[in-house]
């Protein structure tokens, strides 16, 4: 099992929340990346981090924002949320580009 | 394009049976490909990975083979379990880019029945 958690779980907020979603991982890696996949369908890249003070967008554009202040933490936040932002929130690191990827539990979040 | 498609969409099948998921790839360069198993409800576990050069890769009752010149990969699930209900996801990774990028298919969701 993975050492890289995500909270909360599971969120159902109202439209226009500013929400916070967690990831922590304690395994050192340098490369961070949060994915949004929705059932049945293929994940899809949203951020990405090289390591500290690094971080990028990725293929999907998202309102969301991401910040990387320390190496084991990569939290993504949503300013306002919308019901188009319901999801589920995947966050993974690895220890060097194009190894292999360590996924979080998941978010699923529900916007009303 | 780069694209990875996978089938069957879904699949399902009575325990101890065997069964082979199928993965096609148009990502080029090619750098490898992996196999991740996802429990409903969970983040994706890596089972497999395979380079170029590699054509079969065996993990416990999971066989995963590769045919670069076709760009074809499968698993292969030999005498299933109920815990091998899951949702199967093929990966390849990009070469020609720093950020090694992956390209995911949408999974083949295997429902294994006792």
């Known amino acids: 099992e993975a050492d890289i958690y995500q909270t909360p779980r599971y969120l159902v907020i109202g439209t226009g929340k500013k929400i916070t979603l967690e990831c922590s991982q304690t395994?050192?890696?340098?490369?961070m990346y949060w994915y949004q996949q929705d059932p049945g369908m293929e994940l899809h890249l949203i951020h990405y981090?090289?390591?500290?003070?690094?971080?990028e967008k990725g293929d999907l554009s998202s309102e969301s924002t991401v910040s990387r202040i320390r190496t084991e933490h990569f939290p993504l936040t949503l300013e306002s949320a919308r019901p188009s932002h319901t999801s589920q929130y995947l966050c993974?690191?690895?220890?060097?580009?194009?190894?292999?990827?360590?996924f979080g539990p998941g978010t699923r979040l529900l916007v009303l | 394009k780069n694209q990875v498609e996978q089938s069957p969409q879904s699949l399902i099948i009575l325990e101890g049976k065997n069964c082979t998921l199928q993965?096609?790839?148009?990502?080029?360069?090619?750098?490898?490909l992996r196999w991740y198993k996802q429990d409903t409800g969970r983040g994706p576990v890596s089972l497999t990975i395979?380079?170029?050069?590699?054509n079969t890769k065996s993990n416990g009752r999971y066989t995963a083979t590769l045919d670069a010149d076709t760009k074809q990969s499968s698993l292969h699930i030999t005498a299933s379990q109920l815990s091998d209900s899951a949702s199967y996801i093929c990966?390849?990774?990009?070469?020609?880019?720093?950020?090694?990028?992956?390209?995911f298919g949408r999974g083949t969701q295997l429902t294994v029945w006792p």
């Open positions: 990966v390849v990774a990009d070469r020609g880019s720093t950020l090694g990028r992956l390209y």
């Open positions: 395979m380079t170029f050069s590699e």
């Open positions: 981090s090289y390591g500290v003070n690094s971080t």
């Open positions: 395994m050192g890696h340098d490369k």
């Open positions: 993974a690191s690895s220890e060097r580009v194009q190894e292999t990827q360590y």
């Open positions: 993965c096609n790839y148009t990502v080029s360069p090619f750098s490898n």
